[in-house]
């Protein structure tokens, strides 16, 4: 196993457009985050999967935001009629308890909408 | 309003001294606060995590302090080295909350040889 995979590493779109981008947890591990970072800033987090169930939103994740975890496995997560305020990098975590552990990070998605 | 604080200037030390990089909140009652490390492009690293009830935790040579009184946690990094260089950031989670990590902005630590 070599860690959280997200897919793809890059992605350029044109304003309007829909994008998806995946996350492969590390085996086993039953939570799943996605979080948004913009340059100078922390990852704000979006939301949360535990096994297959979202637990929780972000108040700040747009209608036009969907995350998804079939089968508590990968992940997805759409952005619908994207925009230039989207631009940022994408990144998912993993972590393999319900009580605190340090969260495994993949490499990120970096979007850009133009 | 609830409050992560990281130090927004970098900080710029020599090879072989101790960096020590600073993390505050307000309105938040953590039950544990974590430091991550990120190198530009890349996800945060983890490196350490501390607990309410623990005042101190060390790995090689990194150490972490927690102040629940003061509301911050001093990171330390002693015998820094230029591979050191990176963001440092700091995250926590509220008693009786999701486990959702929480993250300040980071703090940028250049070590010059």
């Known amino acids: 196993d070599t860690g959280v995979s997200q897919d793809p590493r890059h992605k350029i779109t044109k304003r309007g457009q829909n994008v998806t981008f995946r996350c492969d947890p590390i085996s086993e591990h039953n939570r799943l985050y996605w979080y948004r970072q913009t340059l100078g800033q922390g990852p704000e987090f979006l939301t949360y999967?535990?096994?297959?169930?979202?637990?929780?939103k972000s108040r700040l994740l747009s209608d036009r935001f969907s995350a998804e975890r079939p089968k508590g496995s990968f992940s997805t997560l759409e952005i619908q009629r994207t925009e230039q305020g989207d631009s940022a990098m994408y990144l998912c975590?993993?972590?393999?308890?319900?009580?605190?552990?340090?969260?495994?990070f993949g490499q990120g998605t970096r979007l850009t909408v133009v | 309003s609830q409050k992560i604080e990281q130090n927004s200037e970098a900080l710029n030390i020599q090879e072989g001294k101790t960096a020590t990089l600073t993390c505050n909140y307000t309105?938040?009652?953590?039950?544990?606060l974590q430091w991550y490390r990120q190198d530009p492009g890349r996800g945060p690293v983890f490196l350490l995590l501390i607990r309410e009830n623990e005042k101190e935790k060390r790995k090689e040579r990194l150490k972490v302090t927690f102040d629940t009184t003061l509301k911050q946690s001093l990171f330390h990094i002693t015998a820094s080295q230029p591979a050191d260089s990176a963001t440092y950031l700091c995250?926590?989670?509220?008693?009786?909350?999701?486990?959702?990590?929480?993250f300040g902005r980071g703090t940028s630590l250049i070590v010059h040889p």
């Open positions: 309105n938040y009652s953590p039950a544990y």
């Open positions: 975590a993993s972590s393999p308890s319900t009580v605190a552990t340090e969260a495994f």
């Open positions: 999967f535990q096994n297959e169930a979202q637990l929780e």
């Open positions: 995250a926590l989670d509220e008693t009786g909350g999701s486990y959702i990590p929480t």
